[in-house]
Every structure is written in C-alpha cells, then in structure tokens.
C-alpha cells in the first residue's frame, strides 16, 4: 500500500494515514487502502485494539482531497460518498476497539473519520471543524449522522452550519474527544488507553461494540432482547470463566478471546 501503513505491537495494531505533502487528504486510493487495511485486521487473533492516526505533526487528516472533488459531478458525487462511507461504516463495526489519535488538522472527511473510530485521543494542537458547507457540499462520509450522535443536536448543527474549526479542548468539553494529551504524549496515550482495552475478554469486546452499535438503529425493545442473547452468549465463553476465576483467586485473568 502506498499511503497506508499498519505496525504491530504486541497486541495492537496501529494503522497510518501517510500523504503528508497533502496532509493526508483522502483520495479514492487511500480510502480503498484504509478498507484493505480494517480488513486485513479484522479476523487477526493476535490484536486486541487498533489505533488509527495520520502521519507527521500538522494532519490526522485535512479532509476529503479537494481537487478530486472538484471534479465531481452528480453520479460520481454519489459514488465519491458511498465508497467513503462503506469505508467508515466497516470502522465503525469493526470487531476490534479503534481509537483514532488525532494531531493537528482532522477536517471535513479527517473530522468523519475520527467520528467512525469508537474513542479519540486528540494531541492539544488538534482543530476539528466541518468546513463543508464553505465549499458547497456536506459532510458526505457520515458526519451529519455520526456527529450529533456524539456531541449532540445543537453542537453537531454549529460546527455543521457554521464550518468553524474548534480546539482540543473545545473538542474535549463538548465530548467530540475522550482526551487531549501534549502533542508529544498523543501516540504514547493512545497506546496505553489501547493496552488496557486489549487486556480485557475479546469476545466481551467484541459483543460490547455489536450492542451498543446495534442499538443505534433499532427500538429500545429490540435492542435490550439483543443485549440479554449477547450476555447468554457470552456466558458460554471460556474467558467468562477466566474472568470470574481470576476474580475469585485474586489473580490476572488471562483471556484465550475462546
Ligand atoms: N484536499 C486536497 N489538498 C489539501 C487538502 C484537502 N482537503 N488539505 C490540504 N491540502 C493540500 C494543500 O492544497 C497544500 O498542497 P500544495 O502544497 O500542493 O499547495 C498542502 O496540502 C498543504 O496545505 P496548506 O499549504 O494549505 O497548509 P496550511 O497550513 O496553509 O493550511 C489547512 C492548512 C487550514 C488545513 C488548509 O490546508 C485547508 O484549509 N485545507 C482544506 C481543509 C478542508 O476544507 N477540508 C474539507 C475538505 S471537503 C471534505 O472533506 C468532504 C468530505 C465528504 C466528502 C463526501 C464525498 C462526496
């Protein structure tokens, strides 16, 4: 891959978005490698949580590239935005735990992308902004669905309508980051928050993310009935019974993911 890289660390995997002369603009390709990249992951045993960051100290990523764009018209409009959005929903329901690690720019599709990971740790020279509707467009990645889901109707609509960029700490009051750490800290927090995520029951994990995404899109009936068959499953894993032991023997469970 030419603007993807994945690195391997004990049980995390971290995944880098490298056009920086661009500052990691998203291009059809890079979006294609993003997906091949989840997926390569995506059944990978050996990790417990990614960590999703762009290369360099001035972007995550500065947004959609622009001079494709540009050159858009209405039936490639529609096919620019669904291969995005294929991208970020597979993100988004990715058996693994994805933190993104946000440093500098994260506009427009970048600010999206972050939206579709399930935690953000934000380095205090992050800016977040939906500059948009400044270019005749919308979030076209799901952010006008994603954004209010996390920070709320009014903030999402602000940032939305008005295309301003905001602070880490901005971001972090309104909850659009779990935590703003220096610039110099962002991976090393990233990677800690990621460890402790990839020490608990990966099936437990794993079923974690599938109830409460799943909740999103049905009734409140449906999702707790989904809730207890998960919870029953869960109860027939072998690292529910390590878990428990390892309560009861006062020890650190080790978890087979089984
Ligand atoms: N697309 C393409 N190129 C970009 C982008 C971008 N989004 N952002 C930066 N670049 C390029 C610049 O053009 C420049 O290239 P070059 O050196 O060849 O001129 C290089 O990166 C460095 O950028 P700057 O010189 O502009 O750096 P500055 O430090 O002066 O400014 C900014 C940094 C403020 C981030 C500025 O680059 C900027 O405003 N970038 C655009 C930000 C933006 O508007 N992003 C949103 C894009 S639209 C979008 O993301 C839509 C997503 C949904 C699409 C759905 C599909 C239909």
Redesign the pocket.
């Known amino acids: 891959m030419d603007h993807v890289g994945i690195t391997r660390d004990e049980r995390i995997a971290t995944i880098t978005i490298d056009r920086q002369?661009?500052?990691n603009?998203?291009n059809p390709e890079v979006i294609d490698e993003l997906g091949e990249a989840f997926r390569s992951l995506e059944n990978d045993d050996a990790i417990g949580a990614v960590i999703l960051t762009g290369a360099g100290e001035?972007?995550f990523v500065?947004?959609?590239?622009?001079?494709?764009?540009a050159e858009?018209d209405s039936l490639s409009?529609v096919e620019?935005?669904r291969q995005?959005q294929e991208v970020f929903r597979a993100i988004e329901r990715s058996p693994k735990p994805v933190i993104a690690a946000v440093g500098g720019?994260a506009?427009?599709?970048?600010c999206?992308l972050a939206l579709a990971c399930h935690l953000r740790i934000a380095s205090d020279n992050a800016?977040f902004g939906?500059?948009?509707v400044?270019?005749g467009?919308?979030?076209?990645?799901g952010?006008t669905i994603r954004l209010a889901r996390i920070v709320g109707l009014g903030r999402a609509l602000e940032l939305t309508l008005t295309g301003e960029m905001i602070g880490a700490e901005k971001a972090e009051a309104m909850g659009l980051v779990n935590a703003v750490v220096p610039q110099a800290e962002l991976m090393d927090r990233a990677r800690t928050m990621a460890g402790t995520i990839a020490s608990k029951a990966p099936v437990a994990l794993r079923m974690a993310l599938e109830s409460v995404y799943q909740a999103l899109d049905t009734s409140t009936a449906e999702a707790l009935r989904y809730e207890s068959s998960l919870f029953g499953l869960l109860a027939s894993t072998d690292d529910m019974k390590e878990g428990m032991a390892a309560f009861m023997e006062k020890r650190k469970a080790d978890f087979k993911g089984s």
């Open positions: 002369k661009k500052l603009a998203l001035k972007a500065a947004g959609a590239d622009i001079g494709v764009l858009m409009g620019v935005s995005g720019y506009l427009g599709g970048g999206e800016r939906l500059p948009e400044g270019l467009i919308i979030p076209g990645y952010g």
